[in-house]
Every structure is written in C-alpha cells, then in structure tokens.
C-alpha cells in the first residue's frame, strides 16, 4: 500500500517541473544567442538582439527593445551583450510571456480596420502608408521583409492568406 502524497511532495514535483520547463527555455535561449555569437565568446552585437528575440518567438516594440538593451548592456557600452546578461532577462521575459505578439484574431481586427472598403485585401501601396506614417515606422529592410512574405499574384495583401504567417505557437517553452 503506497503512503499518500503529502503538501511537500506535491511542491517538490511542482518545483521539478517548473525548474525543467525553465532548463528548455535556457536551452532554446543559448541556442538563439549561440548562432550570433560569430567569435565564440559568448557576446553578440547589440544589434543582433532584436532578431535574436524575434527568432525566440518574442515581439518587442522598439521602445521595448531600447529597454531591454538598456537593462542588459555593459556600463562601459561595449556595443556587446554578454550570454550572462542575456540569459536571465529573456528567460523571464518568456517565463512571464511578455513581448507576445497578437493573435490572429486581434491582427484580423486591425487589418479590417484598415480595410474601410471590406474588400478583404490591403495594397502594397496602402499598407506601405500605414507603416511608414501610422503609428511606429517600420525601415525600408522591415517593408521589403513584409511585402516578400504578404503579396499575393496581384501585389495585395489577403487578409486571410498573410495573417496565419505572422502567427506563432502559443506555448514557446516547448
């Protein structure tokens, strides 16, 4: 006959579980910063950080990106991360689930909003307007970057055809 499980036992396989869960986060973490890390040093270019968190699935604005630099930067401002710095703020920031992207549900809406005729499309041109002149502008690199994914045959961006591309999975500790 087996003892039944106490409070402290229960605990003990909740720590286990969440301390693996944030042993695979760390891993895909090292992973990302691994394939910019060009000298093998554990540094990256403080430009690189962006995309590094873009690839672990993260969308920060670029207010939120300034921030993030901010708090992980060296104080002599070498123009380099370290992994050790690294490491911990974005283990939280996917623990935590902040800088997620939105839904598809949430992207539909906006891009309805933007669509006033309904015709389920935006143009090129028309979408190149609102995210150069709406809200925080995208560069040149990001607008090319988006147009070589959204257009269609016809140079439109379909709703329903561009949004599942900008989706990503719900849980990114898998």
Do not use: W
Request: with cysteine; net charge negative; proline share 3%.
């Amino acid at each position: 006959m087996s003892e039944p499980e106490t409070t402290e036992s229960v605990a003990d396989g909740a720590n286990q579980e969440t301390e693996a869960a944030v042993q695979k986060v760390q891993k895909r973490i090292e992973d990302a910063f691994d394939i910019f890390d060009h000298e093998g040093n554990k540094t990256v270019d403080v430009r690189e950080i962006g995309t590094i968190m873009r690839s672990l699935d993260l969308c920060p604005t670029e207010n939120e990106l300034t921030d993030v630099l901010a708090e992980m930067e060296e104080e002599d401002a070498s123009g380099y991360v370290r992994l050790e710095r690294f490491l911990p703020v974005m283990t939280l920031a996917i623990m935590s689930k902040n800088y997620r992207p939105h839904s598809e549900e949430k992207l539909l809406r906006a891009f309805q909003t933007l669509d006033q005729e309904g015709k389920g499309f935006l143009t090129q041109d028309d979408l190149k307007q609102f995210l150069t002149k709406e809200g925080e502008p995208f560069n040149d690199e990001e607008i090319e970057e988006i147009m070589s994914a959204a257009l269609d045959d016809q140079g439109n961006i379909v709703f329903k055809e561009f949004i599942p591309l900008m989706a990503v999975e719900e849980d990114l500790a898998s």
